[in-house]
């Protein structure tokens, strides 16, 4: 009862079933009357080491006994060596941390900025993809031009359809100063980007001399069966905005540059907890971790475990086919029965995202087994049965 109280003290941004949860270990998730769920969602693909994972537990520990905030005007030691350790494995010149993915992409269309300030005449316009998903401030929003709600669109940008290169092409002019896709379109439904797009993008980027910025803030991290996505695609961007994966769980996200693109100046970039050693040491449990011999290759037979058993258990509904890569999974449905289905997985015991009403996401840890999958469609077939009749029926 003090519960329904409380909650009610929280403002009503979204839609949120009733679950109170008070701990998570791994895969697993308990809830307020000592359920357990299993957790294909994990955060919205943010805790790649699943709950509570020791090496996070242990480097926040550490950290805030030692160190919690010197101030972003000051080098910490976590936070310079997580710069070290991020730029040598990911072939990056520079990094910057700070909170969210949202701020990421902004300060990412900030060095864009100065870039063509400084070596494209002064070209300022980003040109980024429709039904895109950047985050949720006022120039993230702007970015694939969401407008509505309260969100007025910050100018400066242009839009095109995702994966047509010939819109591409004919969107860039002499003020464009950047090219800003997501690898796969997370929000707008696990929608990989073709190969022939994201290469031709690069190309139309080198013809051009503008930058190429990759949003990773989902697919980064090696939540796609690579420590980027970049790398299965064969292309290298100049600027990588990163987010959810790389904290674990804890607000971090990260800045890239490469080459020229290195170019802001003192004053020119900040926020009062950018890099603080706490969060930048769970960066630090993640990447080591991730870059453990073996992990890229084991989470790339997780997803694909993932993507037979899933397709074994919808193909007899009629959904399909499946996309993504790695751990980064979307279910296509036939019908719009996305949330229900998700509630109904709920129900079960089982949470999944529904990014759209004809898409079910799956996020689960990287580090999620084996028997986590087997367990997870057994959950997820009587919400099937529950919610969706056999597409022959439907037609
Ligand atoms: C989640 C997401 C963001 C926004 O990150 P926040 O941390 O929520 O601000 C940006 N880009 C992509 C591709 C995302 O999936």
Redesign the pocket.
Known sequence: MRDIQARLRLMNTVERPEQVFLRGQGSWLWDSGGRAYLDFNQG???NSLGHSPNVIVEALQRQAENLLNPGPNFYNRSLIKLAARLCQATGSDQAYFL???????EAAVQLARKWGRLHRGGASRVISARQ??????FG?LSLPAQTGGNAPAVSGFGSVPFNDLVALQAAVDDDTAAILL?PV???AGIIPASLEYLQGAERLCREHGLLLIL?????GMGRCGALLAEELYGVRADIV?L??GLGGGV?L?GLLARGNACCFEPGELGGTLHGNPLMASAGLAVLQAVLEPGFIERVRELGDHLRSGLAGLVGQHGHGPLRGHGLLVGLPLHAPDAAALARAALAEGLLISAPTDRCLRFTPALTVSHANVEEMLRRLAPAFAKVTQPSSETR
Do not use: W
Request: net charge negative; glycine share 16%; aromatic share 0%.
């Open positions: 919205g693909a943010a909170n969210s993915g949202a701020e990421a992409n895109s998903s950047h985050g949720l401030t993230a997501e379109q997370g929000d949003d990773e803030v989902q697919t905005t987010g959810k607000p996200a």
